[in-house]
């Protein structure tokens, strides 16, 4: 980010942000609902579920004019590794299962598609053996982990646990 210096990174937003139909929290919202949001997901007492509220926080408030949604898998996955849990990672193949979670709890409040998904993905991620690079690749190779979402949607591939 240090090269893209139009982008301000490590500072907050100076201006509305969107992306298609969401517009996010207003500039001078920002710290304040991130402390709030903070204050709340400290509440929460399964790293599971703070992981999961600290990506949504962030990806809701979306603090930054860009890189947020990088940020807040990196918080996420913050709170699964410092409770020596499996990290969550999005595969290609699985990214629009993830968007559309995401826009359900956003548009709709429908928080659960979005528990499903990273629930699953986190189920992913311990299903593979990650002891060596040749072997983790092959694996997520024959498990789909690589296809493009949007040929995989038209073809009925699915992302599948071995």
Do not use: C
Not at 136 to 149: G, H, I, M, S, V
């Amino acid at each position: 980010m240090s090269s893209r210096v139009d982008k301000k990174p490590g500072k907050f937003k100076d201006k509305i942000n969107r992306a298609g139909v969401t517009t996010f929290v207003d500039p001078e919202l920002v710290t304040g609902t991130l402390l709030k949001g903070f204050e709340l997901m400290r509440s929460l007492e399964e790293p599971f579920q703070r992981s999961v509220f600290v990506m949504f926080i962030i990806g809701e408030v979306h603090p930054f004019l860009d890189g947020n949604g990088r940020i807040s898998r990196i918080m996420m996955n913050g709170e699964l590794l410092k409770a020596n849990e499996y990290p969550i990672i999005i595969p290609i193949i699985y990214r629009n299962n993830y968007l559309s979670s995401l826009k359900a709890l956003s548009h709709h409040r429908m928080s659960e598609p979005l528990i499903r998904t990273m629930d699953f993905a986190q189920k992913y991620v311990a299903s593979i053996d990650w002891s060596n690079f040749k072997n983790a690749t092959e694996q997520l190779a024959r498990t789909n982990a690589f296809y493009d979402p949007n040929t995989a949607d038209l073809e009925g591939i699915r992302l599948r646990i071995e």
